[in-house]
């Protein structure tokens, strides 16, 4: 069983940054990729980015893409969400999710990322 493990969510001023970090426990060979999500209230779970393990593709699923930068780690089954110009309507939980090969996804506990003055 992954387990997923996030940390980096908090609350920022409009037009700060935050990094999210996301790392799998153990030594999973069964991940192919690696995103994040998230969820406003009131609102449905999106695609924020995703990236694969191997050739470290990328895939942003909205307008951030020049706000938000995802990397991976230079451990294995580390990735991390860098945040720039943050804004209110980037408030929200923050979900990392691992692809898995043969296998269901694995989702983390979810980190609140809140952006108010």
């Not at 995703?50 to 942003?60: D, F, H, K, L, V």
């Not at 230079?74 to 979900?95: C, F, G, H, R, W």
């Amino acid at each position: 069983q992954v387990q997923l493990v996030e940390s980096g969510g908090g609350l920022v001023q409009p037009g700060g940054s935050l990094r999210l970090s996301c790392a799998a426990s153990g030594s999973d060979n069964s991940i192919t990729a690696m995103g994040w999500y998230r969820q406003a209230p009131g609102k449905e779970r999106e695609l924020v980015a995703s990236i694969t393990i191997s050739g470290g593709y990328t895939n942003y699923g909205g307008s951030w893409k020049g706000r938000f930068t995802i990397t991976r780690g230079s451990a294995k089954n580390t990735i991390y969400l860098q945040m720039n110009n943050l804004t209110p309507e980037d408030t929200a939980v923050y979900y990392c999710q691992a692809n898995r090969l043969l296998q269901p996804d694995a989702w983390g506990q979810g980190t609140q990322v809140t952006v108010s003055s």
